[in-house]
């Protein structure tokens, strides 16, 4: 059967996608992943040949909010990659299936690619009463167990399965739990954000099929490609950090001219994202452009980190650059780096951060998750 | 004989949802619908920041996304008397319109389509035949003869490849599809578009609220600020992508979404036209206002009720009234310190977890028991339905011209009465109308917006009471909004700065609910009542009624002999 199976470049040819976008997508793509030039002769052979990735997708404690984000993949051939280059076989908000027919869908694919199939979830599993969650009068837990057994790798799409998000929040009154605490001895890619970018998602996908290996990933399950740095050392409005330019109050004149939103309860300096460089929905914006601060979606228990306008705490000494990192190690978030930039200049501060970027998500000490 | 049959989980819905029904000779003669997750929420947001919870109800839908949090920041405001500048209303309304369009168009092509359209029908449809029935109903540039043929060809290898990913399993050649092989591939055409079309509109939630889904609000105002000399604010680039986004999607609803809506419609109005009516009490709280959220006269959405599908008269809703809405929990899966009987206004309400049913794996729930985490919301003791249908019904019944005009026209284009609307195809051709409506409203908005920063109002936030010292000590506030499901309010008691008690009242629990301690059943139960089942193995039928609410949860449907009790042959599907 898979010799049947059309190349992911043969359909996307058959769409309408011609050569030259083919491979300017799989540029974009390796540029995504952080990856060398020679990366991308692995995409487009990747692409070029493989069959469809069977995928089984569930859906426990959520709000679909990770499906919606998926199909807003912004360029027109990664919205194809969720139709035509994954076998989508399982994914309660898209299938025509319901009911029997729709559960036999991920039967059928447990046993016809044991080992070969990607399991993705969207949603926290709650431990307290295995009932808080059913489906087809089985409980998150066992469904979940049960297709991991053979999976060859689990993806737990956003704060919910990475981290257990807003259910998690205390008092956690499900006992909600993301995948990693439910089930082991797989790969399991967290891939963080409420929801994650859709091109985050997407570039998690791309990376799965042509690599045919899970990237590589921070002490917290994430991939380093798109959660190595901090919101606040790619923001935009960084030089109004840095200068000492802050918004005071909402649509004050510095709101009016794009200043720091710092002193408004930016998170921005305790989170790992890539908002700051992809940004939403086709680069359109992301919350600090328009005018909010972050508050931190991508870090695991953000929801109970303090109130999202109150500022990080301040403490006095080198200034404001040295506090926000004094601040991460305060919540033990900071970079080596950060920590041993006490005093060093911002500028030869801002070097060896980047030049060391590549390491950073492994040295990253994490907080505690809830 | 009767058979009871289990369908779960029912699919292309938001959420996990339960409905149980009884089928006798080919005809539901009783349902029950069922909730089977539960997150508590509400218990969460006990304690903490007014300010911060809309954050967290944005969280209870990502597919209805921004609704909660626009609902809760009118909550706040209204608890501690915040009014919001002009701009940011209007904001809110277009952030409002963006997703109304969004969600209503994502429902009808990739969550509702399928159970009208047979998707491998299209297959040995004629491109050419096609093109010309398109072309017969729209101006909509994609409609050669090559374009279909490239359509089908694409799915015929997607087919081919054995590997049918999404489409696998589904009900194809029942005979409840009755389109034209053509007018499928052309649903298949736009199904695709559709997917592709859906993530440009949504640009003006990330324009505005920085991100979609979950976009960003702020209590008293919106958090993005005005400057058209500046870069990093909203200014003549950013206003220009939103009117294109909106002059965009106006195109592509009126000559795409509407076209295919009528053109199926007029295969399924002899049927479906009549089967689904349901319950015939509609509630729509009103919303998008044009003169302030606290003057509900200007609404484009009246407020109001219709009681036994009068449409002479509309009833007043008061929300802050402790006899009219009401929940109960008789039938769900918690407790009540008052005991199971009592009814709550939402101010007094309590979420304390109480699961009695079946320990899973299980066959099926015991409705004779509490049997649902969805709560059982009344107004005056009535059971309500909520969405598109109500509002267009208020809005149709209040007289108002441009509801009359769009109704009338479909009305006399299907060749069929009023009396069609209280249907499953009336409820699924009110979301597209209403679309139609949306589209215009949001190109006004835009308008009195541009027309407002040319006059020299930029502002967009009202900081009098952002800090927590200028509140009272107690405060009480109820938000509502017209949610694209239905009528969404928001309860919260605020002490001492923080939350005190926070309760939704949702579109779904309205539709979804079980059975109240009269007895009484509520949207979904109701309207599954009657609906033909030829084959119970493929529940074709009962899809289409249920996904004509665009139920936000996810589903399980039983089916019981004619007593309810006594099981005959199980059969889980």
């Known amino acids: ?370 | 004989m009767a058979e009871r049959i289990v369908i779960d989980p029912i699919t292309r819905i938001e959420g996990h949802l339960r409905v149980e029904i009884e089928v006798k000779d080919g005809i539901i003669t009783d349902a029950y619908s069922a909730g089977t997750m539960v997150r508590g929420i509400e218990t969460i947001l006990k304690g903490r920041d007014p300010r911060d919870a809309w954050a967290f109800v944005g969280r209870v839908c990502g597919v209805c996304t921004s609704t909660h949090s626009l609902t809760s920041v009118r909550t706040v405001e209204n608890a501690l008397g915040i009014t919001v500048p002009p701009n940011a209303e209007l904001i809110r309304n277009l952030m409002a319109n963006a997703l109304y369009i969004q969600d209503h168009v994502v429902h009808f092509y990739v969550l509702h389509a399928l159970d009208w359209v047979d998707v491998v029908s299209a297959l040995k449809a004629d491109p050419a035949e096609a093109s010309r029935i398109a072309q017969s109903i729209s101006s909509w540039p994609k409609s050669s003869v090559g374009y279909f043929t490239d359509v089908q060809k694409k799915f015929k290898n997607f087919v081919d490849s054995g590997q049918l990913g999404i489409f696998a399993n589904g009900y194809w050649g029942h005979s409840a599809y009755k389109l034209p092989a053509e007018i499928n591939l052309i649903a298949v055409a736009h199904y695709l578009e559709a997917l592709e079309w859906q993530k440009e509109i949504v640009k003006v939630h990330t324009i505005f609220g920085g991100k979609n889904p979950h976009p960003n609000y702020l209590v008293g105002g919106v958090p993005c600020s005005i400057n058209i000399e500046e870069a990093n604010a909203v200014n003549a680039e950013r206003l220009a992508m939103v009117g294109k986004l909106f002059e965009d999607a106006k195109t592509f609803v009126d000559q795409v979404y509407i076209p295919d809506l009528l053109a199926i419609a007029s295969f399924y109005k002899s049927d479906w036209g009549a089967i689904g009516g349901g319950l015939s009490n509609y509630m729509s709280f009103g919303d998008f206002p044009t003169n302030g959220y606290n003057n509900p006269d200007s609404f484009k959405i009246p407020r109001g009720v219709i009681l036994n599908r009068d449409l002479s008269k509309i009833h007043e809703i008061k929300a802050d009234d402790p006899t009219q809405i009401q929940e109960y929990v008789n039938n769900s899966w918690y407790d009540y310190s008052k005991g199971d009987k009592a009814g709550l206004h939402p101010w007094e309400g309590e979420t304390k977890l109480n699961y009695t049913g079946p320990k899973p794996p299980y066959e099926q729930l015991d409705v004779t028991q509490k049997y649902s985490w969805v709560k059982t919301p009344r107004w005056k003791g009535y059971p309500m339905e909520v969405g598109p249908l109500s509002r267009m019904l208020v809005g149709y019944a209040s007289g108002k011209a441009e509801y009359k005009e769009v109704i009338d026209s479909t009305l006399k284009a299907l060749d069929v009465p009023v009396a069609a609307l209280f249907s499953t195809l009336g409820r699924t051709a009110a979301r597209g109308l209403e679309t139609k409506l949306t589209c215009d409203w949001a190109l006004e908005f835009f308008q009195q917006l541009l027309t407002n920063i040319k006059n020299g109002d930029s502002r967009t936030m009202n900081n009098d009471k952002w800090e927590p010292e200028s509140w009272p000590k107690s405060a009480k506030g109820i938000g509502m909004v017209e949610a694209p499901r239905g009528a969404l309010s928001h309860f919260i008691v605020i002490e001492d700065k923080k939350i005190e008690n926070y309760q939704l009242v949702v579109p779904t629990t309205w539709n979804a609910s079980p059975r109240d301690p009269e007895g009484k059943r509520s949207a979904y139960e109701e309207s599954l009542i009657g609906t033909p089942v030829a084959d119970p193995k493929v529940p074709l039928e009962v899809l289409r009624t249920i996904h004509s609410f665009d139920p936000c949860l996810a589903c399980a449907v039983h089916v019981y002999d004619e007593n309810g009790s006594t099981l005959h042959d199980l059969k889980t599907y």
């Open chain 1, 1 to 370: 059967m898979k010799n049947k199976q059309p190349s992911f470049y043969e359909e996307v040819k058959e769409g309408g996608i011609s050569r030259k976008d083919f491979l300017k997508f799989c540029t974009t793509m390796a540029a995504l992943l952080g990856l060398e030039s020679s990366g991308i002769g692995q995409i487009v052979k990747a692409l070029d040949s493989k069959p469809r990735l069977p995928v089984i997708w569930f859906h426990f404690q959520e709000c679909t909010c990770c499906s919606e984000s998926f199909i807003r993949a912004s360029h027109p051939i990664v919205a194809s990659i969720v139709l035509d280059k994954i076998s989508l076989d399982y994914q309660e908000t898209l299938m025509a299936a319901s009911g029997y027919q729709a559960e036999e869908a991920y039967k059928a694919v447990m046993a016809k690619y044991p080992g070969e199939y990607i399991v993705m979830v969207e949603g926290s599993i709650p431990t307290e009463n295995e009932a808080y969650c059913c489906i087809g009068g089985k409980s998150a837990l066992q469904i979940l167990q049960e297709a991991a057994k053979n999976a060859k790798a689990v993806v737990a799409w956003g704060n919910c399965a990475s981290a257990g998000c807003v259910q998690a929040a205390s008092p956690n009154p499900t006992g909600a739990q993301p995948v990693h605490k439910v089930i082991s001895g797989k790969p399991i890619i967290n891939v963080q954000g409420c929801p994650p970018i859709a091109d985050v998602m997407a570039g998690v996908v791309v990376h799965l099929l042509t690599f045919d290996r899970i990237p590589q990933l921070d002490e917290l399950g994430r991939p380093k490609a798109f959660y190595s740095r901090r919101v606040h050392d790619t923001c935009y409005r960084r030089a109004n950090f840095d200068a000492g330019l802050f918004v005071e109050s909402f649509d004050d004149e510095g709101a009016k001219r794009g200043y720091c939103l710092y002193k408004m309860g930016c998170k921005g300096p305790v989170t790992y994202n890539s908002c700051g460089i992809i940004k939403w929905n086709d680069g359109v914006s992301y919350p600090i452009q328009s005018g909010h601060p972050c508050i931190g979606c991508s870090e695991a228990g953000f929801w109970d980190n303090g109130p999202f306008y109150q500022h990080l705490p301040s403490i006095a000494g080198f200034g404001i650059e040295t506090t926000a990192d004094k601040i991460g190690v305060g919540l033990g978030v900071a970079t080596a780096v950060g920590v041993a930039g006490h005093a060093i200049v911002t500028n030869i501060r801002k070097h060896r951060e980047i030049t060391n970027a590549p390491a950073a998500g492994s040295e990253i000490e994490t907080p505690k998750e809830s």
